[in-house]
């Protein structure tokens, strides 16, 4: 069910991709799947008949290692076996009881003599010991380095070597711990158990030997390694590591190799992932293990597969070229159709003015731009005419409120006037005339939030005169928000509503705070509060529905008689904003009993 749903899908999708994909991809698999089937072939079988050759190498390096090492054990056998032919002197060692000096003395010098002759068998030979059964060491040695006869005789591997059944032996590796100058590196011995006559134990012959010794790497061992990663291991029966090649070609060091496991032949994990070969020696039982990386091996097959993948890439490519130069003329005009309709989709309504050919698609794209030029047509058409009727709209909503307020300010002097006839009712007028010039004479000239706030603290000082100054204005905008530019009529209007409908307790004074601010997006918040009587919390629903309708009333091209009383002052405030700022605008109303009421409105910096 799963597979079925991802086919389908797969399906979907090619389906949705655009025509030219569609013949470029065409191309594409024709040719491109064949050429992938027979490079993966290819590479195949070059990947198998490499490893089959490696392998050969590989068998043919361990069977001559394997040769050089028989012949390395027979001629040490031969040089171990070379004290036996003083079999009286060997008779002799450890019974030294019942010798006086000179005898001892003669003995000593005849086992240095054999010694020596032994070292002079082979020019490697460094070191040559000869251990009587009761622990008595006789040296010999090329070099200035002593042998420690205590610290030998407390060897592991030594110790070992007395309890084995081995006549003929070669240890693993260890370290010089036992010489005078202990000196870093490895080391390898080659010994024989001496027997006497009578067959009991007479002592024990040890040879040290560098490593190196062992098996000389010649210099195309060091190129098959160093290309191929070849590696050879050589322990001893009882799988200790007596040679290592990585250590005597310095990729490690010996005490690296004496670190990670005393001598022991450590087992190599991934199998699958190496060619390994081993082998062993007729003399001496040694183990040769021969390692190739199967990664190496493949270094070439990878090197031919980035060729295969860069012809198949160019060739690619150039079907790719040539498929989209044939697909071009016929996808050419549908492009440009399907553009033009997205600018229409935007507003802009273009016609396609590049020539076009006289076959279907070039039908129907003259077609289109006789479709275009109509519609534009008639959109310009009822646009203008938006335009005028919005134009008509926001100089009516300017002027709505004006006759309102202008009558309740008449009413007021008139009766002052009739009540006294002093210097307060001149001040009443000139009041006014202060307003009537902020109000009208501001037409081809910007309006600023300075200039609304002189408006409505002429507003207010009128009103104080009428109600014996029962209002404080207090003004808090910074003078950089002053400067800027509102539209007319804002703010007045907002305090007339705090005084008409928030003020009923004449004992009392009504405080009026405007508070301006900038938002963090660089934009005008004006905040309108007062102390007055506010209003119930189903007033405030009602007349914030109404708010929210002056979104999609300023578009409206047919206006709606609604009744009065019903907030229609900030309801004008509202559709002002929004026709002139936009809709991101706004105005809004929060208020509760007893807590006065707060309006906020958001404004553009301009």
Not at 381 to 394: L, Q
Not at 395 to 420: C, D, F, G, W
Not at 528 to 547: H, P, R, S, Y
């Amino acid at each position: 069910m799963e597979h079925n749903h991802w086919i389908r899908k797969a399906v979907l999708r090619i389906k949705n991709m655009r025509f030219q994909n569609k013949l470029m991809l065409g191309y594409l698999l024709i040719c491109v799947i064949p050429l992938i089937v027979v490079s993966v072939i290819i590479f195949r079988q070059s990947a198998v008949e490499l490893e089959e050759s490696s392998q050969e190498f590989a068998a043919l390096y361990t069977s001559q290692i394997r040769t050089s090492l028989n012949e390395f054990m027979k001629e040490y056998d031969k040089v171990t076996k070379s004290v036996l032919i003083d079999g009286e002197l060997i008779y002799k060692l450890g019974d030294e009881r019942n010798r006086s000096m000179d005898e001892l003395i003669l003995q000593r010098v005849a086992v240095q003599r054999l010694l020596m002759r032994v070292a002079l068998l082979k020019p490697e030979i460094g070191t040559v010991m000869l251990v009587s059964r009761d622990n008595a060491v006789y040296q010999y040695t090329t070099t200035t380095n002593v042998v420690n006869e205590n610290a030998l005789l407390s060897q592991n591997w030594f110790k070992r070597l007395r309890s084995s059944d081995e006549t003929f032996f070669i240890t693993g590796l260890h370290d010089r711990s036992y010489y005078d100058d202990q000196g870093e590196g490895a080391m390898v011995t080659v010994g024989r158990v001496l027997l006497n006559s009578d067959g009991a134990y007479a002592g024990i012959l040890l040879i040290d030997l560098d490593p190196f010794a062992l098996l000389q790497l010649d210099q195309d061992f060091v190129s098959a390694r160093d290309k191929y990663g070849m590696s050879v291991t050589i322990s001893n029966r009882h799988g200790e590591i007596v040679y290592q090649s990585d250590a005597a070609s310095g990729r490690l060091s010996w005490q690296q190799v004496l670190e990670s496991g005393g001598g022991a032949y450590i087992k190599v994990k991934g199998g699958k992932n190496r060619i390994i070969l081993t082998g062993n020696t007729e003399l001496g039982k040694l183990l040769v293990r021969t390692e190739i990386p199967r990664e190496k091996l493949l270094a070439k097959i990878n090197q031919i597969q980035g060729v295969t993948l860069i012809v198949i890439l160019a060739s690619c490519l150039i079907i790719a070229l040539m498929s989209f130069g044939l697909s071009y003329t016929i996808t050419r005009p549908i492009k440009a159709l399907r553009k033009s309709m997205k600018q229409a989709e935007l507003g802009q309504y273009l016609p396609i003015e590049k020539k076009q050919a006289n076959d279907e698609i070039g039908s129907l794209v003259n077609s289109y731009n006789k479709m275009i030029v109509t519609i534009r047509t008639l959109i310009e058409d009822v646009y203008i005419a938006e335009i005028k009727h919005r134009r008509a709209k926001f100089i009516a909503l300017q002027n709505q409120i004006n006759p309102h307020m202008l009558y309740n300010t008449l009413e007021s002097i008139r009766m002052k006037a009739l009540v006294n006839d002093d210097e307060e009712t001149a001040g009443m007028i000139k009041i006014l005339a202060r307003m009537f010039r902020l109000a009208l004479g501001k037409e081809g000239r910007q309006h600023s939030v300075k200039h609304e706030l002189e408006y409505t603290a002429n507003y207010v000082q009128l009103q104080n005169l009428r109600f014996d100054h029962k209002f404080l204005l207090d003004i808090r905008i910074p003078e950089d928000i002053q400067q800027c530019s509102i539209i007319p009529l804002v703010f007045q209007p907002i305090v007339e509503n705090s005084i008409n409908h928030g003020f009923e307790d004449y004992s009392q004074t009504m405080n009026i705070a405007i508070e301006g601010f900038w938002t963090e997006e660089g934009e005008i918040l004006i905040r309108m509060t007062d102390d007055g009587i506010g209003m119930t919390e189903d007033k405030q629903k009602e007349l914030q529905v109404l708010l929210e309708a002056a979104g999609s009333d300023k578009y409206k091209l047919d206006m709606t008689d609604e009744p009065a009383g019903k907030g229609l002052g900030l309801k004008n405030i509202a559709e002002r904003i929004k026709l002139h700022y936009g809709d991101r605008y706004y105005l809004m109303i929060r208020s509760g009993i007893g807590q006065g009421t707060t309006v906020e409105i958001l404004i553009p910096k301009i």
